[in-house]
C-alpha cells in the first residue's frame, strides 16, 4: 500500500509561484504514473498534470499548459508540481495520486491511491 503526502500549499499572490510536492512511502514508486488533480469549492475534482514511469512522458490540463510543470524525483520518491504565473482560479486542493496500471492520465479512476490534499490559495 503506498501513501502520498502532500505539502508546499498555501496563501499566493497572482502571478507568483509555488512548488507543490507529494512524497511515497514504499520502494516501489518508480513504478507508479503520478498525477495531479485539483479541487475547488463546489466543483469537481479535475486533471492538472500527470507523468509517467521511466523516461517521465508529462500530460497538462489546458488550462495549466505552460504554466504548471510537474516532474518525478524516483529516488526521493517524490514527484512535484511547480506552478507559476498563479491565477485566482487556481485557488483549490490539490491532490496526488498514483497509479499503476495503464489508461489516460487524465481519469481520476485509473489511480489507485490518492494523498489527503493541500490547500493552494490565489488571492489576486
Known amino acids: 500500500q503506498v501513501q502520498l503526502v502532500e505539502s508546499g500549499g498555501g496563501l499566493e499572490q497572482a502571478g507568483g509561484s509555488v512548488r507543490l510536492s507529494c512524497t511515497a512511502s514504499?520502494?516501489?514508486?518508480?513504478?507508479?504514473?503520478m498525477g495531479w488533480f485539483r479541487q475547488a469549492p463546489g466543483k469537481e475534482r479535475e486533471f492538472v498534470a500527470a507523468i509517467s514511469t521511466g523516461v517521465g512522458v508529462t500530460a497538462y490540463a489546458d488550462s495549466v499548459k505552460g504554466r504548471f510543470t510537474i516532474s518525478r524525483d524516483d529516488a526521493k520518491s517524490t514527484v512535484y508540481l511547480q506552478m507559476n504565473s498563479l491565477k485566482s482560479e487556481d485557488t483549490a486542493v490539490y491532490y496526488c495520486?498514483?497509479?499503476?496500471?495503464?489508461?489516460?492520465?487524465?481519469?481520476?479512476?485509473?489511480?489507485?491511491?490518492w494523498g489527503q490534499g493541500t490547500q493552494v490559495t490565489v488571492s489576486s
Open positions: 495520486a498514483a497509479s499503476v496500471g495503464l489508461g489516460a492520465p487524465d481519469i481520476a479512476s485509473r489511480y489507485n491511491h
Open positions: 514504499g520502494r516501489t514508486f518508480y513504478q507508479y504514473a
